[in-house]
Structures are given as C-alpha cells and as structure tokens.
C-alpha cells in the first residue's frame, strides 16, 4: 500500500511549492540573521518539512487559517491592553500564523545557557540577602544593589531554609547575525508570558496539526506540573499546599493571562484585598472564614506588595505581608527583592561572577554591556554609542533620572552630543549595551486587502524563554517560549509599540515525541488529593451580581419587547396598558422621566415615548438601559474570568457585540426602527438564553454559583412582585373578560403563556392566573417557585438541611402559607389587599435576604467570618 494513502496527514508538497516559497519570501535585510534560510540561499531543514506539511492546498488556504487564528482569539476573548480601561475596548491578543522553529541543535545552545543562568542568579540573590560576599568582593558595584529601589532591606534576615528566592525567570534572546544566541534582559519579579505562550501553542497547533505531529514538537505541560510540583515540596502542607496567584486586577494589561493560568493550573485567583495576615500567616478572605495561604505567585511587582513597608498608597497588595515572608510561613513566586537583578547594568558582571559562584565560565553570553558608573566603563561606552542602545540603570519612577531607552544609531549627532553630556553628567543613570539587529523570522500576511505585498514577509522577533523550578534545588527550561514580533519597519520587538506575538515550537530528538495529552498519562499514578475550591468574598459578590444583572438584562428586556410589539401590533391597547407599560419602562430605567406619555401627544409627535425607548436601549446615560445592563453583566463577569469557560465568555461578548450593532441599525433606520429594535431584542434574548444555560449547566454547585443563584432568584423576586403590584393597583385587572391586553401582557412578562393556555386555555378568570403566577410550586416564574428555590439555596449555602433552614432562609416569604382564594378576591371596594399585602411581604423579604448575604459573606461584618479554617 502507499504510504501516502496509508497516513493521509503525511501528504507531502510538491517540490516545486517549496521553490515557490523561497521565490515568494524575501530574504532577511541585510544585518539580520535569516530563520528561514540560515546563511544559505535554501530553506533550513526545519522550514522545509514545515511547509511539506501544508499538504496539497500549499499556500491557498493559509488565509483561510489566519481568519480561523483570529476567531479563535476572539472567540476566546485573549486580549491584551497597554492602557486597561474599565470602559474602553479591549485590544485582541495579537499572534502570527506561522511558529517560530527553534531546531534541536539551537535549543541545546538556548536550554544549557539559560539553566546556567538561572542557578547563577539564584546564588546571587542568596548571597546579597545572606552574607554578601559579592559585594564585599567588589565583584557588584554597590549601587547597583543598595542604591537600587528593587533591593528592600526589610528582606534581610527573611526564612529561606532549603527553599529557593526565585521560582520563574524570563530570559529575553536576541539571534546575532552569526546566528548565536545573546541575553538582553532578565525578569524576575513577575515574568509575563507564561499564560499567553500556552494559548498561542493551542491556537497555532490547532492550525497545523500535521506539522506538528511530524516535526516530534517538545510538549509544555509537564513543565507547568513539575513547577506546581516543586512549590509543594518546599511548603510544609506539602500536597495539600493552597495556591493562591496574586492579580492586580481585571484592569491590568494582562489579566487574561492572570485568569487563564489559574484555571489551567487550578489555583485561586486573588487580589490584593482578598488576602489577609494576621499572626504571621496569610489567608484568604472566603465565604466560609480565613482560609490559610501556603503559596503565592504574584503577578505585581515588589513595591505595591505591602503598603505597610513599600508603597503606601498601593491598593494592589496586602498589609503586613513581608513579615509573614520573613517568617517563612509563606512562600511567594518569585520572593520579593530581586528588582535588582533586572537591571541591564548587572548584565555585564555576571561572567565574573559566574566564576566566582559556580566555578563556570559563562555559557550563554550577553550583549557588550558597559555600566557607565565605572570610569573604565564609560570610556569604552562614549565611542559605543553609535552602535548602542542607552538604557536607564535603574527603574522609571524610583527616584532616579526617568528617561525610554534610545538606539544610537537613530540618534542625529546633535542628540548623540546630547545623550554625551547626559551620560557624562550622571554616568550611574545610564548603561550602555551593544545593539545588534534582530534576527528575522518569515510572517504570514493575510492576502485579502493586498496589493503586491509579500505574503511571506520576514519580521524582526526578540525571544522570551523561562526557567521554572522543579525541584528543591533544580531548574528546567519551559521547551518553547514567547516570540514578539516588530510591527513594520521597526527595530523593537514590543507588544506595547503595537508587534505581533507568535508560538515557539520547540523540536526534539525522540523518534515518538510525548503528545501533551500523553505527558499526563505517563506518570505514575499518585495519591489524590482532593480540595474543594474556594470561594473569595469578592468573588462570591462579583457571582452574585453576575447573576442579577443577568436576571435583570433578561426582565427589561422581556419588557422593552412587549412595549414595542405592543405599540406596533394591530390591535389598540388600552390606556390602562399604555400607562402601566410606560411606568414599568420609566421605573426601570428604559426612559427618562419626563418623557411624554403616549396618551399626551397630537398626531405629530404621538410616537416620541416609543422612539426615546429605541434610542435608548443602548444608551449609558440617564437611563439603565438593556444596554447599561449587559455591560454590566459583563463587568462583573470579567472580574471572576477564571470560572468561566471560553465559551461562556464568548457568548458574553457575542451578545454585547451584535446586541451594540442592532440598536445603532434600530437609531439609524428611523422607518423600520421598531422591527429592527424587536429584532434586536429578540436576538439578544437568545444570547442571554445561552448564558443562563451556562450558568445553570456549566459551573460547579459550590458557594460561589449558590449565591449566582441567589443573586438570580432575587431580582426575579424583586421583578415580578413589582410587575404584578403594580398591575393590580393601575387597574388592570379590574374586567379582564372585557379587555384582555393587561391579563395577556402579564403572562408575556412572566413568560408564562405557554404553560397558563396548557392548563387552563383561554380563560379570563383571577383566580387560574394568580395560581400560576403566585402559588404554582412548579412554575419556576411563579413568586412561590422562586421562593422555595431561594430558600432552597440559603439552606445550602449555609449548610442546614432543607426542611431545618436557617435564619436566613426562614425570611423568605413562604407563598404556600397565602390562601389562593384570598388573594384572588377584590374587596368591596375593587381592591385586591390581600394579594398586595403578599407582595409586599415577598419583596421586602427578598431586599432583607439581600442586605444580610452582603453583610454576612461580602463585608464580613459577622462575628462567625472572621474565623479560622482548620
């Protein structure tokens, strides 16, 4: 049989496609080293297999992937926003078509380099916060540690016994045009990238499946357990470890990377004010009390850690945290003080030091760098210049000189003689490192829209690799990395100058390379250990209104739809309809008061309520308009991201998306606006139908979805009694044998036609409609189905049986202990009093069940929350 047929992913391109890709792709400008072809005119071996896998469509489909990629990145919501705004639109996450291949000889150089490099900066920090030999020895000027912001005196002294300062390095890699590696910089505080390079492997992959079969790619997840795995074995909880990861917030640049690595690895999201350290321990703020913190991997930077002994004014951090470092009763990833570590000055002292500390020469070499605080440095670096790059010693913002890096060589020579007498004024401000042009990797660019563009353009890359802990003394170098590519005709790869990313793939040696799913199968099996999730106060508040704004978006929307179906329907509805419609719609909020009623306008301007209502469904001032209510439930939903799927989260933004395009359709189009606002509407509906189908039947029952519940059964309380209350006392259901509209109309907004026509046809009478709206226990829109639900989730959030609830739950009004009778007969006077006083009994047990879950599992102004777990 042929092998061809036999594995049909092996289909193999055409020789002549691989001529044409060395035809179609320009070669690297002159200076830069060229991944595509190496310093040979023909594809690197590598690239050669790469593009074979394309399979017979070669390069006609690429476009059509490139559209995929984008989708997916949309539909998964990866963003990455240089300047967050709560309001503002979200920047999509940017990544390229085409991987970065990094061959197995070059990874051997890459991997050996960077582990060296990780120990050497592990023994130095161990030895400026223990003995300070280096200082001592003059091998560390020491201003580039003590006059340095990032090094916090208040961490000498701290508990490291047989644990490591740092967990996670990032090394940023520049390719020489000699095709060598170099190091430019160093992070260690909160190194990023970790979670966006996992989402760029899962989407490029995904694109070129067979590819990456044949070229045997390194797996990444055994990297990310064996990380987790060594930050349990330096706890004393040891398995049992609890895992917090310490977010600034849904504000920040990279908050999608923040929740994405906590539900890929199955740890707790947290800010800052979700913590607390009392008695030298820390603990996290949950529903259930003090729940004690055994790690932490922060993703803010030193200085907003504690306000106590950093930055006063940070919001970000928690008080009291460094002395519960210093104590060792917590461990943080990475320890706070190796600031220092990251400046470039330090760059050029480690080979020196490496000697010193490891007895090694330097393996993995960086850029010629000159601290100018030297004298002998800064006479080597005036000459440099040119052919440098200036960069700040220290820090913007820390007290010393504030300036952006700045190349020499696109500098005029009046600014060089600038930067001379700057440098020369206050030579320790600055460091001087040699500029080499990045190498340049091929991009894909999407033909549609082009003219004579390349369709493969090579793009300048600085690589980002990390080195994790896996052990209690060991290192390992993540197999892939984070490529960030230069926008057009820029020298500077950086996601914030507007460059691309792109996924690393990293090929092995091994004939049958380990497939991510198979990594996780290949260890032996272990002892399970089993910890139920957690639930912070803040995140249990953001579930909560997530579920109200939900409940509450479906309500005025339901609302919105039965005005407008209503004024354009062929029938007339009655003034009491008209009124009663036109109070719901000012009470919440769909029209401003002062509106002209309907009833109030000539012939001219009779339409003016219904056009106000349409332009205002989106609108975010003077009205809480459905609009204001779906970004709202956004809002919330975003701060409590890492509980969602993906798909959730898409079907979120879909519905905001479309819902944000049909209303401007509805404002514009003024003769067909009330079809495309009903339209609107309904589509929305749908989407929000997706939403609480997810929330009902993709999220765990745990506290936090009991009080999403919650949140939900009480605006739905709130609603329906109000709706209802009101109807009775606007008179609409004074002869409902006579005019029908206000009977019908409650039924819509209690969406409960289909199931009154089932049980009792067309019947007029009270009676049969308060049974189903009030009484009905299996009517889960009637108040006494959603009593008991509510009730039903008190029990469970406080962990009583049903039929023994607490106090909490006994304040939800019981609507089976009303008589139907009584409240479905008028007095003598037409008024149903009986049934209002009801409603009015349901609503204000719902707004005090509110306050009190606010105060008892939000504020934590309960005795009972300030427990401790044990």
């Given amino acids: 049989m042929d092998s061809s047929q036999a594995n049909p ?8 496609l691989v001529e044409d890709i060395i035809h179609l792709a320009p070669k690297a400008k002159d200076g830069h080293f060229d991944e595509l072809r190496g310093h040979s005119s023909s594809l690197l071996p590598h690239w050669k297999t790469f593009f074979e896998q394309l399979g017979p469509s070669g390069l006609s489909d690429l476009d059509q992937r490139t559209l995929e990629l984008n989708r997916q990145v949309r539909d998964n919501g990866i963003t990455y926003n240089v300047y967050a705004d709560e309001f503002g639109p979200q920047r999509p996450w940017s990544v390229d078509l085409f991987p970065l291949i990094i061959s197995p000889e070059s990874w051997q150089e890459i991997q050996s380099g960077v582990l060296q490099r990780a120990k050497l900066l592990e023994g130095i920090i161990k030895d400026i916060y223990g003995p300070q030999t280096l200082l001592k020895e003059g091998l560390i000027p020491p201003a580039l540690v003590h006059g340095h912001p990032g090094y916090l005196r208040s961490m000498n002294g701290a508990k490291f016994q047989n644990r490591k300062h740092l967990h996670i390095i990032a090394f940023d890699l520049a390719r020489a045009p000699d095709g060598k590696w170099s190091v430019l910089s160093q992070r260690t505080q909160a190194p990023s990238g970790l979670g966006y390079l996992l989402e760029n492997r899962n989407l490029v992959a995904r694109q070129f499946p067979s590819a990456y079969e044949q070229m045997q790619i390194a797996p990444l997840a055994n990297a990310y357990r064996d990380l987790i795995d060594a930050l349990k074995l330096e706890s004393p909880a040891g398995a049992n470890a609890h895992i917090a990861l310490l977010t600034p917030g849904p504000y920040n640049e990279t908050y999608f990377e923040h929740a994405y690595l906590a539900r890929y690895l199955g740890l707790t999201l947290v800010e800052g004010g ?16 003090l729940e004690p913190v055994d790690i932490l991997l922060k993703r803010l930077d030193d200085e907003f850690l504690d306000p106590l002994e950093l930055r006063a004014d940070s919001t970000l951090g928690v008080p009291g945290l460094l002395q519960v ?4 009763n917590v461990i943080l990833a990475n320890a706070p003080g190796s600031a220092f570590l990251e400046s470039p000055a330090l760059l050029g002292f480690l080979p020196a030091i490496s000697e010193r500390l490891l007895g090694e020469q330097i393996q993995l070499p960086a850029m010629d760098t000159w601290w100018c605080g030297e004298r002998a440095a800064l006479d080597a670096a005036i000459p440099n210049l040119r052919n440098g790059a200036i960069k700040p010693t220290y820090p913007n913002g820390s007290g010393h000189q504030n300036y952006e890096s700045a190349l020499g060589g696109d500098l005029s020579q009046a600014q060089l003689d600038e930067w001379v007498g700057r440098i020369t004024r206050q030579p320790d401000e600055h460091t001087v490192q040699t500029y080499i042009p990045l190498a340049q990797m091929p991009t ?45 005709n820029s020298g500077i790869a950086s996601m914030q100058r507007g460059g691309s990313s792109a996924d690393v793939w990293v090929q092995t040696n091994y004939q049958n390379p380990i497939t991510e799913q198979q990594s996780h199968q290949a260890n032996p099996t272990k002892e399970i250990v089993m910890r139920k999730r957690m639930v912070t106060s803040r995140a249990a508040e953001n579930l909560y209104w997530f579920g109200r704004y939900t409940e509450r978006s479906e309500n005025i929307l339901r609302l919105a739809k039965l005005y407008l179906e209503n004024i354009n329907s062929e029938y007339t509805p009655s003034r009491p309809l008209w009124s009663w419609l036109e109070r719901l719609c000012n009470l919440y909020g769909l029209v401003p008061e002062g509106v002209p009623s309907h009833f109030d306008q000539g012939d001219i301007r009779h339409r003016i309520f219904e056009r106000t209502l349409i332009n205002s469904l989106n609108a975010s001032e003077n009205v809480t308009s459905v609009g204001y209510n779906l970004s709202a439930m956004k809002r919330t939903a975003s701060n409590v991201r890492e509980r969602l799927s993906p798909e959730q989260w898409s079907t979120i933004n879909h519905c905001i998306e479309n819902f944000q395009k049909d209303c401007q359709k509805a404002s514009n189009f003024h003769d067909f606006s009330s079809s495309l606002a009903i339209d609107a509407l309904k589509q929305a509906s749908s989407s929000l139908a997706a939403i609480t189908g997810a929330q009902t039947d993709r999220m765990t029952r745990d506290d936090g979805w009991q009080l999403l519940s919650i949140g939900r059964h009480i605006e739905r309380l709130s609603f329906l009694t109000t709706v209802l209350d009101s109807a009775i006392e606007m008179g609409l259901l ?63 959030l406080a962990g009583t049986e049903r039929n023994n609830p607490d106090e909490l739950a006994r304040g939800v009004t019981n609507l089976l202990d009303y008589d139907l009778y009584k409240i479905s007969t008028a007095d003598a006077s037409g008024n149903f009093t009986d049934l209002r006083y009801c409603l009015a009994q349901v609503s204000q047990s719902a707004w005090s069940v509110s306050d009190e879950i606010s105060a008892r599992y939000f504020n934590l102004i309960k005795a009972n929350a300030y427990s401790v777990q044990i």
């Fill in 9 to 16: 992913l092996k289909s193999t391109a055409t020789p002549s």
């Fill in 274 to 289: 979700d913590l607390t350290a009392r008695d030298q321990r820390l603990y996290l703020k949950t529903v259930r009390g």
């Fill in 325 to 328: 470092i210093r104590a060792g």
């Fill in 444 to 488: 894909w660019l999407n033909a549609f829209n082009l003219n004579d563009a390349s369709l493969i353009e090579p793009h300048s890359y600085m690589l980002r690799v990390f080195a994790l802990s896996n052990s209690s003394d060991g290192w390992q170098v993540l197999p892939g990395g984070l490529a960030r590519i230069a926008g057009n």
């Fill in 734 to 796: 004074f002869n409902p044998n006579v005019d029908s509209s206000g009977y019908t109309a409650l039924l819509n907004l209690f969406d409960s036609t289909i199931t009154f026509h089932a049980q009792h046809q067309q019947s007029r009478e009270i009676a049969p409609l308060l049974s189903l709206l009030v009484m009905d226990d299996e009517n889960p829109r009637s108040l006494a189905w959603v009593s008991k639900a509510l009730r039903a989730r008190l029990s469970k």
